[in-house]
């Protein structure tokens, strides 16, 4: 298996608060996404990031921020999380360009009460 | 933008039986790639097989093939010899070098 891991897995918190969730890999790889996967949608890419301090916007970004100041590290937060923004929460992380595969971490539950 | 439309929610499959899950995309894009992804319940997603857009030839790993139709934007999934621990989610996904796309997924049941 890859060497990725989220952290936390699970979270509770109330409407308003910031969360931040972490994303970590030890494979040194150059692409770094964020996803969020919520029923009759599958997955839906939040951020991206292409390299250290490179980032880019996906489908669903508004309300989330990124940042990645290290290879191996890929925080997405939730500055004000709302009710719309519980789901589960997964990363990835890939090599390089669009046809390698992703490989996923194993996710994030987040509720916002 | 990119879509990716799975339209069987549920299939059903007695084990050892072949099933076909269907997938279309729409795209205008002429490079790109197209995976089906396997969810089980453990939540992990789990890469099943992979096609370039530019290669003809239909991509094969073991159990599992494709029919990739291009003119028809349609990336179909065959199971063969179906097996308990093929139950799963699984999801067609669309990949462009700017954008990313999952389809919402099909439910697959295998019945002993």
């Known amino acids: 298996d890859a060497g990725i891991t989220q952290s936390p897995r699970h979270k509770v918190t109330e409407t308003g608060t910031p969360v931040t969730l972490r994303c970590h890999q030890t494979?040194?790889?150059?692409?770094m996404y964020w996803y969020r996967q919520d029923p009759g949608h599958g997955l839906r890419l939040i951020h991206y990031s292409y390299g250290v301090k490179d980032t880019d916007k996906g489908e669903v970004s508004d309300g989330y921020s990124v940042s990645r100041s290290k290879t191996e590290d890929f925080l997405l937060t939730l500055e004000s999380a709302t009710s719309s923004q519980t789901s589960v929460y997964f990363c990835a992380i890939s090599q390089t360009g669009e046809g390698y595969e992703q490989y996923f971490g194993p996710g994030t539950r987040l509720t916002v009460t | 933008a990119q879509t990716v439309t799975q339209s069987q929610p549920e299939m059903s499959v007695q084990e050892a039986e072949t099933v076909t899950l269907s997938c279309t995309y729409d795209t205008s894009e002429s490079d790109y790639y197209l995976f089906w992804y396997k969810q089980p319940p453990s939540r992990q997603m789990i890469l099943v097989i992979r096609?370039?857009?530019?290669?003809?030839q239909n991509a094969t790993e073991n159990r599992f093939s494709v029919n990739f139709q291009k003119a028809a934007k349609s990336f179909s999934l065959k199971i063969s010899d179906s097996q308990l621990g093929d139950a799963a989610m699984y999801f067609c996904a669309y990949r462009s070098p700017n954008d990313m796309r999952f389809g919402a997924g099909t439910r697959l049941t295998v019945k002993p």
């Open positions: 096609q370039e857009a530019y290669k003809q």
């Open positions: 494979e040194n790889h150059r692409y």
